[in-house]
């Protein structure tokens, strides 16, 4: 083997044993519990029917975007005293009908998300853009 070679395989092999260590740890611990649904309150919704724009073209003096047409929504919701501004990016464009403004539904904030209780008891996951205090 060559010089340079070793200490490369070394690194990699104490890698490897660091990696498979920290799994082994956090698999040993057990799950921080679920939090509970609470009452929310969708406040507004702002539909995206056209998606994204994924590019954009000349014309004539100005660009124009060229849209993806895969739907998205951002919802303000307030949950547990604080308004949060959240995407929903449902895979087939479905949103459901329940969702209005002014519309209470059950939802749980976790990790940068809020989950938000569909009808049919499903939880759908919508990433917080914003947040901030309610205001009285």
């Excluded at 059950?106 to 996951?125: H, M, N, P, S, T």
Aim: proline share 9%; aromatic share 12%; no cysteine.
């Amino acid at each position: 083997m060559s010089r340079t070679l070793r200490p490369f395989l070394a690194f990699v092999f104490a890698a490897a044993i660091f990696v498979s260590a920290v799994s082994a740890q956090e698999s040993s611990n057990p799950a921080s519990p679920t939090p509970a649904l609470q009452p929310a309150t969708i406040l507004s919704i702002e539909p995206h029917e056209e998606g994204r724009a994924f590019d954009w073209v000349r014309g004539g003096l100005t660009s124009i975007p060229i849209y993806d047409h895969r739907p998205f929504f951002d919802l303000t919701v307030a949950l547990d005293n604080q308004t949060y501004v959240v995407r929903y990016e449902p895979p087939t464009g479905y949103y459901p009908s329940a969702w209005k403004s002014g519309s209470r539904v059950q939802a749980r904030r976790a990790k940068g998300r809020v989950f938000l209780l569909r009808y049919d008891g499903e939880e759908v996951q919508t990433i917080i853009l914003r947040k901030y205090p309610v205001h009285h």
